[in-house]
Nanobody, 124 residues
Framework: QVQLAESGGGLVQAGDSLALSCAAS????????LGWFRQAPGKERDFVAN????????DYADSVKGRFTISRDNAKNTVYLQMNSLNPEDTGVYFC?????????????????WGQGTQVTVSS
């Protein structure tokens, strides 16, 4: 069983930056594929970014490319999402997800474990 806990959300203004963290349990964290998703009010959960087990390969939703950066620290069992140039459309609950087989994907169904989420609100 893998447990994930997000942190770092909050209320910011448009143009600001915010850094999210997701701490994971489990001794095999370094083998996990990891992803970030977000869900805006009244909308479905959308893919944001993913990273493979090595940290060498990443992918981003078009809406966040050039603004968001996903990274991981396997020594700390943590995955990060650095968010810059935030705008109100980035508002939502941000979830991290883990896939123990190491693969990464852009669909929620490709991940086995999810955190509870952290709220990010960007005011205009």
């Amino acid at each position: 069983q893998v447990q994930l806990a997000e942190s770092g959300g909050g209320l910011v203004q448009a143009g600001d930056s915010l850094a999210l963290s997701c701490a994971a349990s489990g001794s095999t964290f370094s083998s996990y594929g990891l992803g970030w998703f977000r869900q805006a009010p009244g909308k479905e959960r959308d893919f944001v970014a993913n990273i493979d087990w090595s940290g060498s390969n990443t992918d981003y939703a078009d809406s966040v490319k050039g603004r968001f950066t996903i990274s991981r620290d396997n020594a700390k069992n943590t995955v990060y999402l650095q968010m810059n140039s935030l705008n109100p459309e980035d508002t939502g609950v941000y979830f991290c997800a883990a896939n123990p087989d190491g693969r990464r994907g852009s669909r929620g169904s490709q991940y086995d474990y999810w955190g509870q989420g952290t709220q990010v609100t960007v005011s205009s």
